[in-house]
């Protein structure tokens, strides 16, 4: 659904960053948000909301709307639209409520 | 034309809202004339306990009657569930006081033994647990908790459900919620009855019932009642939703149904001020966190402060004016744990011949000591 502009998707100019998406090998760019890379993979779902279990994906990408709730490094609910990516980081989809301690 | 009503309730909050729907199910056309949002509401700011444990030292029979209201509420949650669909989430596994150091828990258990010890007291059973049984409920406690009181009569609700549920019962047994009527006077009229005005409009009613909260200090004076409440500021915080992880309610926090975390219990002495403070907010997340470690790595999402009602001696009163019969007054700050007695006993005793000896120790002639004592 959401595409790189033509300027920003030269990879030559940008910088790879590796990280993984509920166990899987991923790709995003230096200077992307988790929330931001997770749409440009095509991913418009992060989480499972905790009462009903619908899905919800990144919204506002401002941090007021916390829809992009996801589980970076084992630290559950965080914003993705707040998290700069970085290299080797561990994503998973938020599935419902955050476990305490997680 | 004036609107009249066999009996108006005066505040839609949940004493108010518990009462009314009493009374409309005993076939009495009831209004519930609400103040309105502007309301220092009580209602949507409380703790949801339905607790035993703590209360009736210095009046026996507040226990007791807390303990009826307890016996009562499962059949009242199903009638709630059954009218208008809403389950209030009425769980009572039993409710824990947690100590954190041995000093604690030995002022706990001393406490909890004068209590019983008091006479005329209705025995209450509860158990002194030490940190390995405690351990076996909550495997989670942090370092410094050294047990707890139990006592198995204690649960909790979802309040603001439960308040919603009121209404939509009241609404269902034919009630008439009027909203934004804040009562300005209320007189009696010559063939017995009342009229009660806000503004421009006007309705009457055979009785009268005043559960406004702190608003039936104002109130009470002008039909012969005697309500010296005073608002006493309560801080809460609620935790984002997370994975039940906590089985039974502790009297300073407890899981919601849907997995916030609540924290709460401050009492202070801040007129109408409902502000809110780090200090306060501060020590409890901080007793928490002691309590259960975990907690520490989870996010408060909201904070609020209410006004408890509360009496000099912090118990309810219950009183059918003397000065002009048919006005009633119910006043107290545990509207969640008392809604099943309002309902289910104090309504039918407004309905019928009045309040009975059951309430008699609620009566505000306590308040008054002889002036020669």
Known sequence: ?102 | MVETYDVAVLGGGLVGTAIGLGLAGQGLRTAILDEGDVAHRASRGNFALVWVQSKGMGMPRYSSWTRESVRLWPDYAASLREESGIDVSLHQPGGFTLALSEGELERRAANMARLNAQPGFEHLDYEVWDRSQLRQVFPEIGPEVAGAIFCRLDGHVNSLRLFRAQHVVFARRGGAYLPNFQVQEISRLPGGGFRILSGERCIEAGQVVLAAGIGNARLAPMVGLDAPVRPLRGQALVTEKVAPFLSHPIVTLRQTDEGGVMMGDSQEEAGFDEATGLGILGAMADRAARMFPKLGQVNIVRTWSALRVMTKDGFPIYQHSEAAPGAFLTTCHSGVTLAAAHALAVAPMIAGEGLTDALDAFHPRRFHVPAAS
């Open chain 1, 1 to 102: 659904m959401f595409q790189r502009l033509p300027d920003a998707d030269d990879a030559a100019r940008r910088t790879g960053i590796r990280f993984t998406l509920d166990g899987l090998p991923a790709q995003g760019f230096a200077g992307d948000t988790v929330a931001a890379a997770l749409l440009a993979l095509g991913r418009d779902t992060c989480r499972q909301t905790a009462i009903s279990g619908s899905p919800r994906g990144p919204y506002c990408m401002m941090g007021v709307c916390f829809d992009c709730l996801v589980v970076i490094d084992g630290v559950g609910n965080r914003q993705g639209c707040l998290v700069r990516l970085r290299e080797g980081m561990v994503v998973e989809t938020q599935a419902g409520k955050r476990e305490v301690g997680r």
